[in-house]
Every structure is written in structure tokens, then in C-alpha cells.
């Protein structure tokens, strides 16, 4: 049976959840989303999507309750704060969750990027932040039955479907933003990985596309684009020429 995952890319239309450093989150993680769903789908795994485009699909218990019948529920976010300094990447889960897997990897792969700040969860009626370890058998310690403060954690719960909601990196830290663009695809096959390891779907890297071989089309876009430049070099020739004959 195919594994099913409902991704939710945060935010959306005129909510541009967090920004920073000349970027807005609900674009950030849109093209994360499509990538990583991509290449879910690419694997073998069932798709959704909360939206595809600039778009806001609701309120955030409406948008967990849609992944109804998944196996998973993915909410990707981006981190911000006032205070510049704040960094890395963390993980929100449901309070009731008793297994670790995903949220374990999710710690180890993106932990190659950025700092991790941890697994947690937060408690609607206190607001308390509750912090989650778990054992070497990928188990937390403890499990809670206070209500979560997110609302899609709240909503996928509510249809009986485990979640995470992972804030990727801070998108107002100059350093997070400057690592996450030079490592961006890096950093999205990471969470691919995790999300395949912890539910049974066989990762293989992405296949690097070869060059055309001789007697194949080239794409129209790519031939103009390489007609205009060398349209331009031809050119920048023939003045360098002109320039050589009046000093000759």
C-alpha cells in the first residue's frame, strides 16, 4: 500500500507568515513543498497538497483536518523573531505522540545544517513549551493529553492522523537564510530522506538529467536563450575587430 502524506506549506495569499533578510515564508516553503512532494511522489508515495499556489486554503485546525486518511501530515514553516540573533530549526509534534521517528530524523538531517533547537510541544491551556526526548528506540519518554497550541496539529489529530509541524530555519537569522540558499535542495532531499525512512518508502537520490545527445531537440526556450548569446558574442566580435583595423 502506497504511503499517503498531506503537505501544507504555511501561510499563504495576504498571510505571508514571517519575513526577513528580503524574504516571505509562505514563498519559502511553497517551493520547499513542491520539491519535497515531488519527489515523494516520484518514490512511490501518494501526494497532497494544502494549497500549490499563493492561495490560503483556511484556518490552520481546517488545513490539519484535510489530511483525513493519510498516513502523515507535514506543515512546513519558517522561524522568525525580533531578536536577530535566534537560529535554527526545530520540530512541533502532536502533545499525545508516543513514536519519534520522523521527528528523531528530521533532527539528524537537518542537524547537518543548522543548529537544532530540539523536539516539542506546546500546550494550548498553559502555553507552556514542552520539550520531547526520546530513547534510542526512537520513543518519547513521555506522552501528553493537554490540547496543542497549533492548530494544524490540533486538526490532523483530530482525524487520527500523526503530524509534524517543522520550522525549517529562521528566516530573520542573515546566517540561516544565507546556509538554507546555498544548500536549499540539500537541505529538502534531508527531509525527503527522513519522511521515506520513517514510513517505509525507498529513497534513491535524485537522477542528474544528462546532456542532450546528438540529434535530439533542444527545448525552444534553451535554443533562444543560446541563440541570443551568441547573437551577442558575434557582436562583441565584430566591434573587436573594427577596433583592431584602426589601429592597424
Known amino acids: 500500500m ?21 524574504y ?6 511553497l517551493e520547499a513543498a513542491l520539491y519535497i512532494g515531488g519527489r515523494l511522489q516520484c518514490l ?6 494544502t494549497r500549490t499556489g499563493d492561495t490560503n486554503p483556511g484556518e490552520p485546525q481546517d488545513r490539519g483536518k484535510l489530511a483525513e486518511g493519510c498516513d502523515y501530515f507535514l506543515s512546513l514553516h519558517c522561524n522568525g523573531s525580533k531578536n536577530p540573533a535566534a ?11 508516543g513514536f519519534a521517528y520522523t521527528e528523531s530524523r528530521f533532527a539528524e538531517e537537518l542537524g547537518r545544517f543548522f543548529s537544532w533547537r530540539g523536539v516539542k510541544s506546546k500546550n494550548y491551556t498553559t502555553e507552556e513549551e514542552i520539550s520531547r526526548p526520546y530513547d534510542s528506540r526512537r520513543r518519547f519518554t513521555e506522552r501528553y493529553s493537554c490540547t496543542d497550541w497549533y492548530g494544524v496539529l490540533r486538526g490532523c489529530e483530530s482525524v487520527g492522523v500523526s503530524g509534524d509541524l517543522l520550522e525549517m530555519f ?34 534513491a537520490g535524485p537522477v542528474l538529467q544528462p546532456p542532450a545527445a546528438a540529434g535530439e531537440t533542444v527545448p525552444k526556450a534553451q535554443y533562444e ?5 551568441v547573437k551577442a558574442l558575434a557582436g562583441e566580435m565584430e566591434a573587436l575587430a573594427e577596433k583592431v583595423k584602426m589601429i592597424v
Not at 502506497?2 to 526577513?20: F, W
Open 87 to 97: 537560529h535554527g530549526s526545530e520540530c512541533w509534534c502532536n502533545a499525545g505522540e
Open 225 to 229: 536563450a543560446l541563440a541570443g548569446k
Open 170 to 203: 529562521f528566516i530573520s537569522c542573515k546566517e540561516d537564510v544565507e546556509c538554507y540558499l546555498l544548500h536549499k535542495r540539500e537541505i529538502w532531499e534531508a527531509i525527503v530522506r527522513a519522511v521515506c525512512e520513517s514510513y517505509g518508502v525507498a529513497y
Open 24 to 29: 516571505a515564508e509562505k514563498d519559502i516553503v
Open 44 to 49: 512511490g508515495a501518494e501526494v497532497r497538497y
Open 2 to 22: 502506497r504511503m499517503k502524506i498531506l503537505i501544507d506549506p504555511g501561510h499563504g495569499g495576504k498571510d505571508s507568515g514571517a519575513v526577513g533578510n528580503g
